[in-house]
């Protein structure tokens, strides 16, 4: 069954770095997201993304936010400069075609750890 | 309150008895979806359901919507020790014609199967 796949599974990052997360959405699927969850917390929506741009992001993703589909299977989030609010499992997920009411698939997350 | 909100935050049942969670959210919706989360994990899609439909069933899942309330429930019938995890729900909203489906998602209720 096809998947979304996040990889690394856990990121332990110095504040002030740069990371990066990569996900490979669902290779059908047109549309993709990133999530994330603090720890304890409820999952909130980052960004939204298609046609190679950004169609909605909320107001967690400021400028030290950035997405990228660099080629045909890849989405990445960068994050410039790391802080400790940072931390939290990120999630990438994408889906066929929401406006017909399709469901959101989520791959196994990134564990991010600012130190 | 906020978009999203489930009770109970936390259901202990024994193995063979049903589960129901309620979700009550704000604002319009195109649609609500379940979705489970084992400790520490990814998100699992379960079931979505569409601002037109009142009810529908997947396996031993079993959803309502109830738009004038705006509220919805997930039934779990003949509970078993693995369904024990989070279950949220997250409500759709599709902003605008090339946008996806923002997921707005609820505080979770933690369910406790015990064998």
Known sequence: EPEVTQTPSHQVTQMGQEVILRCVPISNHLYFYWYRQILGQKVEFLVSFYNNEISEKSEIFDDQFSVERPDGSNFTLKIRSTKLEDSAMYFCASSVNPRHGTEAFFGQGTRLTVV | ?115
């Open chain 2, 1 to 115: 309150s906020q978009q999203g909100e489930e009770d109970p935050q936390a259901l202990s049942i024994q193995e063979g008895e049903n589960a129901t969670m309620n979700c009550s959210y704000k604002t319009s919706i195109n649609n609500l979806q379940w979705y489970r989360q084992n400790s520490g994990r990814g998100l699992v899609h379960l079931i979505l359901i569409r601002s037109n439909e009142r009810e529908k069933h997947s396996g031993r899942l079993r959803v309502t919507l109830d738009t004038s309330k705006k509220s919805s429930s997930l039934l779990i019938t003949a509970s078993r020790a693995a369904d024990t995890a989070s279950y949220f729900c997250a409500t759709a909203v599709t902003p605008g014609e090339t946008s996806g489906s923002r997921l707005t998602f609820g505080e979770g209720t933690q369910l406790t199967v015990n064998p």
